[in-house]
Nanobody, 114 residues
Framework: QVQLVESGGGLVQAGGSLKLSCAAS????????MNWYRQAPGKQRDLVAG???????AYADSVKGRFTISRDNAKNAVYLQMNSLKPEDTAVYYC????????WGQGTQVTVSS
């Protein structure tokens, strides 16, 4: 089992920045990739960014150039630096770990005011 705990969400004005953190514990050796998803009210949960064990990254088109995903293997943590935030970035952000199965954190709310 893998446990994921997110932190760093909050309320920010448009154009501002936030950094989300996700701490992993448990059977972390089984994790191949870690991802950030988000879900806005009434919408499906979408992939925002992902990073593999060796550091390869991928981003949704809507966040390219604004968001940066990174990981610290020594701390078993993954981060999402979000810059130039827009009201449409408002959502609950979830940390996801993928290995033999998928694991999810509890989510952290990000609200961007216009």
């Amino acid at each position: 089992q893998v446990q994921l705990v997110e932190s760093g969400g909050g309320l920010v004005q448009a154009g501002g920045s936030l950094k989300l953190s996700c701490a992993a514990s448990g059977s972390i050796f089984s994790i191949n990739a870690m991802n950030w998803y988000r879900q806005a009210p009434g919408k499906q949960r979408d992939l925002v960014a992902g990073i593999t064990r060796v550091g390869s990254t991928a981003y949704a088109d809507s966040v390219k150039g604004r968001f940066t995903i990174s990981r610290d293997n020594a701390k078993n943590a993954v981060y999402l630096q979000m810059n130039s935030l827009k009201p449409e970035d408002t959502a609950v952000y979830y940390c996801n770990a993928f290995g033999t199965k998928a694991y999810w954190g509890q989510g952290t709310q990000v609200t961007v005011s216009s």
